[in-house]
């Protein structure tokens, strides 16, 4: 039985037998000028020629262009592998960027290009993780953003990674792996509390990025404190306190935090919260 290699370029498909003479280049050039000058797609591999200076010519040729494997009836006929990056993030930050450039260096557009967001830690917060373009155009590139924010009660230094990948159905895949790791936060901020309305105990979180003395207190309407839940030298970081309102009447009241660092510098917040029974 002779050895066949068939290879589907663009929709064309090319089969070469073992002894029979491979067309030499610039004859796949003259006869499929369009598709030769553009991408170059092995779809169905089926055999590996074994000889034939020519055939291996034409596969070298493929494989220079965008082959990164030649594998028995597979879909996938190339994996670019972008270059990593390290990313720090920050407790509760929400302008975070994870981001991939495809670029078409060649004469004919890439169309239906669909991008995901795979592998996203449980401590990243996304609400896209799908996007699809109809098409990149010749000699352009397309920067695919992914906005993504950082729950504030992440560990600190936890280091993560996030992946980027784009896929076209003519087989051509895109792979970008990012490096995430969370820092101390950069600024001071009181949450809302969770839940809100709430009965009857509620969570308050807030943010310190240095050391200082932390005083959570709540407070009713009329301005009165009704109770201090913190009042503590603490580090930076991530903080959380529970508010337990059995003994409170329904109504709104304030939360108010106020962190002194060691300039003496007094930095105050405060939020409406509901406690509903």
Known sequence: MSRLLCVMILGISICLGQGQAAPPLDSLHSQYPEPFE???FARNLQFIPSSGERTKKIIEY????????LGKASSRVATITQPSEMQSVT??????IAELTISNPEPISIEKIK?????????????????????????SQLTVKFPFSV???????????IVIQAESPM???WKKTINVKTSLPTHYELLQNFPNPFNPTTEIGYLLPSPCRA?????????????NLINE??????????????KFASGMYVYRLIATDDQNNHHVFQKKMLIVK
Not at 62 to 68: E, P, V
Not at 215 to 227: A, F, N, P, Q
């Open 115 to 139: 991008v995901t967001l795979n592998n996203v830690p449980n401590w990243i917060k996304v609400d896209l993780t799908e996007q699809n373009f109809q098409s990149i155009l010749p000699n």
């Open 91 to 96: 407790l509760g930050s929400t302008s975070n």
């Open 62 to 69: 493929l494989k220079s262009r965008h082959l990164s494997t």
């Open 215 to 227: 005083s959570l207190d709540i407070y009713d309407l009329l301005g009165r404190k009704v109770v």
């Open 151 to 161: 729950k504030p009660q992440a560990p600190l230094d936890k280091e993560d990674s």
């Open 38 to 40: 553009g991408y170059y």
């Open 233 to 246: 030298q603490q580090n930076a970081g991530y903080h959380q306190a529970t508010f337990d309102a059995r």
């Open 171 to 173: 087989g051509i895949c």
